[in-house]
């Protein structure tokens, strides 16, 4: 599966962005997307995540503010980030997991700065 992230930007306190991923192929049952961050210097963390039945789960430091959504006709999973904080500032990895194989896109920088 080959993963196409993208939507990342410099955006200030307070405001919004949307990432987008495109797989190659549509999700099929048992399998999951999401989307992971890794800031300097800290390890790699799950953000959000969506199964093929749109069952999700959040980080708890995300609840609340980001939405994960699926379109599984398009073959892309969403990211909308809205409050955004300086400590989101991170490169974002969409995921996509089937069974216990694990497949990454290139990653796509989010800055949070004024």
């Known amino acids: 599966v080959q993963l196409q992230a993208s939507g990342g930007g410099l955006v200030q306190p307070g405001g919004y962005l949307r990432l987008s991923c495109a797989a190659s192929?549509?999700?099929?049952?048992?399998?999951?997307m999401g989307w992971y961050r890794q800031a300097p210097g800290k390890q790699r963390e799950l953000v959000a995540s969506?199964?093929?039945?749109?069952?999700?789960d959040y980080s708890d430091s995300v609840k609340g503010r980001f939405t994960i959504s699926g379109d599984n006709a398009k073959k892309r999973v969403y990211l909308q980030m809205n409050s955004l904080k300086p400590e989101d500032t991170a490169v974002y990895y969409c995921?996509?997991?089937?069974?216990?194989?694990?497949?990454w896109g290139q990653g796509t920088l989010v800055t949070v700065s004024s």
């Open positions: 995921n996509f997991r089937s069974g216990s194989r694990w497949y």
């Open positions: 192929r549509s999700i099929f049952s048992g399998e999951v």
């Open positions: 969506i199964t093929s039945g749109h069952i999700t």
